[in-house]
């Protein structure tokens, strides 16, 4: 996820490029309705992917101000425009100080994406181990490039590892 604080002190929220490179499009989402408040760490949105789904957690803690209510009828916003018209929440944060701590900013972003990127090349390379790597164009040995929306044709089940790995750890 991706977060902005905006001048009046609300924060915006989103889903990085990360994510999606892996996922390819998303086909529906779930989102909390405003009103509703949201736990650092917890579920806040599913994405769903033509029945397989990635339990997204909440980034900071607070109160959904507003949902992008865009989204439900214009899904590829997301893809198409992450960072501006595919947000997620506004969100009132109830302790920004605290909740900040723990984001990773700037130089230090770049760094772990780099590190996310091997670390989902060696979890290919064991979900795709008896698979036939070739029809997902995975180069694990020479450092190319990872096929953009690599888990759209995977089963749900490397979904459910993929959410155990990436989105459930604790890193």
Do not use: C
Request: overall charge negative; glycine content about 8%.
């Amino acid at each position: 996820t991706w977060v902005f604080m905006e001048k009046d002190g609300t924060v915006g929220v989103g889903i990085d490029d990360f994510l999606q490179h892996v996922t390819g499009p998303i086909s529906k989402i779930k989102m909390k309705e405003p009103g509703e408040k949201v736990k650092k760490g917890e579920p806040f949105l599913t994405l769903i992917q033509d029945g397989k789904q990635l339990n997204i957690k909440a980034p900071i803690s607070g109160t959904i101000k507003s949902q992008n209510k865009g989204l439900v009828s214009n899904i590829s916003l997301l893809m198409n425009s992450p960072y501006q018209e595919g947000w997620i929440y506004v969100i009132e944060p109830s302790n920004w100080f605290r909740d900040i701590q723990f984001l990773i900013m700037s130089q230090g972003y770049k760094e772990w994406l780099k590190m996310e990127f091997l670390h989902l090349k060696d979890f290919l390379a064991i979900a795709l181990k008896g698979q036939n790597a070739n029809e997902y164009q995975v180069v694990l040995q020479d450092g190319g490039e990872i096929k953009n929306g690599i888990l759209r044709d995977m089963k749900p089940e490397i979904w459910e590892d993929f959410q155990t790995h990436f989105l459930d750890s604790s890193k």
